[in-house]
T-cell receptor
Framework: DQQVKQNSPSLSVQEGRISILNCDYT??????FLWYKKYPAEGPTFLIS?????DKNEDGRFTVFLNKSAKHLSLHIVPSQPGDSAVYFC??????????FGTGTRLKVLA | EAGVAQSPRYKIIEKRQSVAFWCNPI?????LYWYQQILGQGPKLLIQ????????DSQLPKDRFSAERLKGVDSTLKIQPAKLEDSAVYLC??????????????FGPGTRLLVL
């Protein structure tokens, strides 16, 4: 039972354009969400998070949007850069320390 | 600041053999996690330590997997005997405090295990 789903395994975007990565969840008890970025042969690195009391959180070129009624979150990267090419994981927590990760979306930013 | 260190980076073994992975967390980090990431899936938590005590090992296959955290610092994860389905990347992560929600987990580069 996949509680956190990233339905797009891959995404290609032109440099300078917007990248939108999507994540859906099924557990209504999830109230904290994170995005991690992973380069090949490296461990995931924390990117941005959002609590369920907010519907948007911004950090530089990265913005995460949360739609609680739809159980959907998205990560926007504007403008996209070639260095953003990586696998992006969303993760969710129900208020405990445990994070449930999605399967990841591989983003390729084309120069 | 040094990151989370893991070794070996790669390991190939035959089924029924045993294998051990080592993790050195960021200095001063109280909480240590071991994750298993099977190809095409997200990381799945196997075990969480706070200092040298186990917080959660509910998803650790205890008939073959074991883990310990020596003196609340380094940790080893062992598989004995290994099965084909154990082929995965084993990620170690650490966090500064008690591992509560919102606390950033810092990941090591992982150990890629292939069981033949």
């Amino acid at each position: 039972d996949q509680q956190v789903k990233q339905n797009s395994p891959s995404l290609s975007v032109q440099e300078g354009r917007i990248s939108i990565l999507n994540c859906d969840y099924t557990n209504s008890m999830f109230d904290y969400f994170l995005w991690y970025k992973k380069y090949p042969a490296e461990g995931p690195t924390f990117l941005i998070s959002i609590s369920s009391i907010k519907d948007k959180n911004e950090d530089g070129r990265f913005t995460v949007f949360l739609n609680k009624s739809a159980k959907h979150l998205s990560l926007h990267i504007v403008p996209s850069q070639p260095g953003d090419s990586a696998v992006y994981f969303c993760a969710a927590s129900d208020g405990t320390y445990k994070y449930i990760f999605g399967t990841g979306t591989r983003l390729k930013v084309l120069a | 600041e040094a990151g989370v260190a893991q070794s070996p980076r790669y390991k190939i073994i035959e089924k029924r053999q045993s294998v051990a992975f080592w993790c050195n967390p960021i200095s001063g980090h109280a909480t240590l996690y071991w994750y298993q990431q099977i190809l095409g899936q997200g990381p799945k938590l196997l075990i969480q330590f706070q200092n040298n005590g186990v917080v959660d090992d509910s998803q650790l296959p205890k008939d073959r997997f074991s883990a310990e955290r020596l003196k609340g610092v380094d940790s080893t994860l062992k598989i004995q005997p290994a099965k084909l389905e154990d082929s995965a990347v084993y990620l170690c992560a650490s966090s500064l405090g008690s591992g509560g929600r919102g606390e950033t987990q810092y990941f090591g580069p992982g150990t890629r295990l292939l069981v033949l």
